[in-house]
T-cell receptor, first 111, second 114 residues
């Protein structure tokens, strides 16, 4: 079985500060990992994914994520957060034709 | 390009009623799926399809039916609605039934069962 865990329900940061949203995963076989963002009353939007290769993956809106196989982690990062980054973020792992999501982390960036 | 279109956006049902949530995509995607989103539980897979005529169960399939007669459409049927099915439902698609492609989501359908 595959699963992801997002240990923080909420993350609060000041605008301009670094933002990190944590994710750990469990999967047999190759880990295919994704981050999605959901703005209020909207569907989920794809941010980035790790399939293979470089452990640092760059995605949309200045976000990046670091894959760490030994720690089974795939943390989402942004060097300088914006108020407009306030949203619900989901980590997900893909396997056996299914995408399994974490519970989500609400990010609030204060001006 | 409309992407993934879900209808209706909002629906209120009484316990025991049936209804169909519609999903259509215009990207010629082979893979389509339905998720429900509940607070604190993320998204849970209900049913999915890897192509026309092929469907399979996800994590929480009980009380729901699906069919895939065309590549474009993937309706979700609630057979006899229950209050536990109050949720936000998302349809999503991707180009192939592989594990490496990203999903494209609709805007969601908010269902309330009284």
């Amino acid at each position: 079985a595959q699963s992801v865990a997002q240990p923080e329900d909420q993350v609060n940061v000041a605008e301009g500060n670094p933002l990190t949203v944590k994710c750990t995963y469990s999967v047999s076989g190759n880990p295919y990992l994704f981050w999605y963002v959901q703005y209020p009353n909207r569907g989920l939007q794809f941010l980035l994914k790790y399939i293979t290769g470089d452990n640092l993956v760059k995605g949309s809106y200045g976000f990046e994520a670091e894959f760490n196989k030994s720690q089974t982690s795939f943390h989402l990062k942004k060097p300088s957060a914006l108020v407009s980054d306030s949203a619900l973020y989901f980590c997900a792992v893909s396997g056996d034709y299914k995408l399994s999501f974490g519970a989500g982390t609400t990010v609030t960036v204060r001006a | 390009n409309a992407g993934v279109t879900q209808t209706p956006k909002f629906q209120v049902l009484k316990t025991g009623q049936s209804m169909t949530l519609q999903c259509a995509q215009d990207m010629n995607h082979e893979y389509m799926s339905w998720y429900r989103q509940d607070p604190g539980m993320g998204l849970r897979l209900i049913h999915y399809s890897v192509g026309a005529g092929i469907t399979d169960q996800g994590e929480v399939p009980n009380g729901y039916n699906v069919s895939r007669s065309t590549t474009e459409d993937f309706p979700l049927r609630l057979l006899s609605a229950a209050p536990s099915q109050t949720s936000v439902y998302f349809c999503a698609s991707k180009s192939q039934g592989t594990n490496t492609g990203e999903l494209f989501f609709g805007e969601g359908s908010r269902l309330t069962v009284l």
